[in-house]
């Protein structure tokens, strides 16, 4: 009597989507080796059935510092429960891949501790947590790769009929190379309702983008589909001298559909338009009709959708516009797993080599050489092999989503009713091979004329500063486009000052040059004047360090030690600690000035200062949102 497979339930936890990609990948080489795999975000499985499990994999990932993915807030909250017993996963294996920086202060960390309480609540690992590091040649891929072999093998030591065949077992591919995961369904133009297509208006623009969202399958959460609101640009100003050799802007957009209340310190994601020629580009490339209408579902779920609102958006909509709004055709680079795909639809034998190569162990350094370190398109890789005619649904499935982009906003809504600001570095870097590229949403930002009237999707979301209440002291560090919430934060405290004194802001500001890059100079003076809330009459301050103004670099950790009185101060009053920027050093470097700075104004050892910051962040008085 044959076996019967195990199943294997894997449940991923993601902020950008990698997580997604690497539970996927997992599960199909699951399924080579003939073992039934089910991959769900861990948003949509029920914490409290977790015990009822045999064997789950966890993969999640770790954003800003430290931090759980939105998705898994909820499942987390429920595992740190007092009243769960200690034996309550007794008899459940489960094994954890994590995705992180070693570029962060807190690499994994979101990886660690859900190990840690998965197996203090008495479930038993199959094999030692995985670690992926973005930093690593091969990215997260080069820990995934070894750690799977690792699982497979102990999997079937622990339950042979997850493997009926062994862990070496390997099914054809060509077999599940004809199931792409998604149908596309083609219209006939006479036979469908377009809604007033022509029309160019807002409720034109809100629709196709509801629309095309919801059938998009790189969705990373199901929230995401539907915009909170549409804004338009009306300032689009650059902040540095011209010629400087960096670009940073600060744009001003009007609500022009529904207003929606934020605070200071929130972050608005922004959904990046496409280059209308690159689109053009990929259409001609993979011989797709613009003007089809489409609609498209996962095999086997052909049920319509509707939102909140009972919209339905399973409506067709055009080919053209569903790879405008849902497909990153020219900015992000494809994975390792659309080079596999490629290979077999390639009919040109040194290109089918070539792809087959880079899809296996062998050539993953240099696939990640040729692709990530490049940042190749996907655009660019399909005109690398011409021989190559993917079906339009390998397409849809296996293109990079187009994701919103995300930015600290530098307003007050007190101060600025109706209206929302971003400070926005543009970002443009060359390759190792002196290939020049643009971050896609900051080009297309500083692109638009105010006049041209575009409509663009935002999405409102808390970040990791929360607002603080009046009567706390601040202080504040946020070198080069880390000031941007500060903006806000100094704006809101000067309108809270017309109905009482608020406390004072003690901001520290870093930039290259006073000449070429010292963002809102004038605003960050005009407060610190006349007992604003960044004067040192209130018992606040402005300091800045212009890095490359002097023979020795100066940042805005060597500022803070030069005013470690007023710095111990503040925070004996009780301030709150609020760090901002780059991911690189720059929180590190803050944490050890202010480790040295307690240390020698208590007159205490290093020990009991990092002790005392550790206090700091417990109770919530130190704070720190940074980007890479």
Known sequence: MEKEPANLLILYATQTGNALDAAERIGREAERRVCAASVRSIDDFDASSLPHEDTVIFVVSTTGQGDTPDSMKSFWKYLLQRNIAKNWLEGVHYAVFGLGDSGYQKYNFVAKKLDRRISDLGATAVVERGLGDDQHPSGYEGALDPWMSSLWNMLYQINPKFFPNGPDFVI??????????????????????????????????????????????????????????????????????????????????????????????????VLPGQDPAAVDAFLQCCNLNPESLITVNPIGMESCHRDAEGNDYKVPIKLKTFVELTMDIASASPRRYFFEVMSYFATAEHEKERLQYFASPEGRDDLYQYNQKERRTVLEVLEDFPSVQMPFEWLVQLVPPLKTRAFSISSSPSAHPNQVHLTVNVVSWTTPFKRKRTGLCSTWLAGLDPQDGVYIPAWFCKGSLPPPPPSIPLVLVGPGTGCAPFRGFVEERAIQDMSGSAAPIMLFFGCRNQENDFLYKDFWLSHAQNSGPLSIARGGGFYVAFSRDQPQKVYVQHKMREQSQRVWNLLVEGASIYVSGSSTKMPSDVMSALEEIISEEAGVSRETAVLQLRRLEKDGRYHVEAWS
């Open 172 to 269: 054809s591919d060509t077999k599940l190379i004809n199931q792409p995961k998604f149908q596309i369904t083609y219209h006939e133009i006479d036979k469908v309702d377009l809604q007033s297509s022509s029309a160019p208006g807002l409720d034109h623009v809100q629709m196709q983008t509801g629309r095309a969202r919801s059938m998009s399958p790189g969705k990373v959460s199901h929230i995401k589909n539907i915009p909170d609101c549409f804004l338009k640009m009306i300032k689009n100003q650059p902040l540095c001298r011209a010629g400087f050799g960096k670009d940073v802007r600060h744009f001003e957009f009007e609500f022009v559909s529904s207003i929606i209340e934020y605070g200071v310190g929130d972050v608005l994601e």
